[in-house]
């Protein structure tokens, strides 16, 4: 018997008064795979990922994790099931070093809540140490978050999401305000929590180069729709990809 799909996303539809953000879309990630969304501000990446995690509702559609259909799940649930969700802006405590930062996420998935969770549970040392190194952040454990640049930010807060038991991870404009190089970092990171962890990926993009980096399969986005599916050379000579995202100027 073949194994169901990790999340399978059916005819999803979010109507705003008249305004359709997300258009009958379909899709599917099997357990262990990297996928990109590629698409310009305001086609409805950041809706779908709302959908996703619970904080809006369908007006149509089925969303399926592990069988399971959570479109009407809360979001606490959601996230209990283990799909976990990184905002563009760091969702970080810019008053705490880097370990303490790392200190809360690992009370947190122990069962305590925000910065109170140090005074009541003692977080293992050896397993934040693990992933300050995973995530490129080992020698800045003492440092505070304000001393740290915004990639490593970044990198830290996909750190604290690691810290619980995550089976999806959603990355929402993961390189957005960073310099060349911080986003090839962000995208080796990618690559290998999903080649060497294992780790069901997905992440939504605008940034060519990202996608480009991350060599996985790609649905591009517009008006709402899935306009385009395949890897990144087949979408960017897709006609369509290349007159609503990419421009006449590149036919």
Avoid: W
């Amino acid at each position: 018997m073949a194994t169901a799909p990790l999340l399978q996303v059916v005819g999803l539809t979010k109507r705003f008064g008249g305004v359709v953000a997300v258009n009958d879309v379909s899709f599917e990630l099997e357990a262990g795979s990297l996928h990109t969304i590629l698409g310009p501000n305001g086609c409805g990446k950041t809706t779908l990922f709302n959908l996703i995690d619970g904080s809006l509702k369908p007006t149509a559609g089925q969303i399926l994790f592990s069988g399971v259909r959570i479109d009407s799940m809360e979001p606490h649930r959601i996230a209990r099931m283990g799909i976990a969700r990184k905002f563009q802006v760091p969702g970080v405590f810019g008053e705490l070093s880097v370990a303490q930062n790392l200190e809360v996420a690992l009370a947190r998935a122990d069962g305590a809540n925000g910065m109170v969770a140090l005074t009541l549970v003692r977080p293992s040392i050896a397993r934040r140490d693990e992933l300050a190194e995973l995530c490129g952040l080992s020698e800045k454990l003492e440092r505070t978050v304000g001393e740290i640049s915004h990639g490593e930010r970044q990198r830290l807060e996909i750190a604290m999401l690691l810290a619980c038991d995550v089976s999806l991870l959603m990355l929402d404009e993961p390189t957005a305000g960073m310099s060349v190089s911080e986003t090839q970092s962000i995208a080796r990171l990618v690559k290998q929590l999903n080649v060497e962890r294992g780790l069901t990926i997905l992440a939504v993009e605008h940034d060519l180069g990202f996608v480009r980096s991350l060599d996985a399969p790609v649905l591009v986005a517009n008006g709402g729709k899935i306009i385009a599916r395949g890897d990144y050379e087949t979408i960017r000579n897709d006609p369509r990809v290349i007159e609503s995202y990419l421009g006449a100027a590149h036919a």
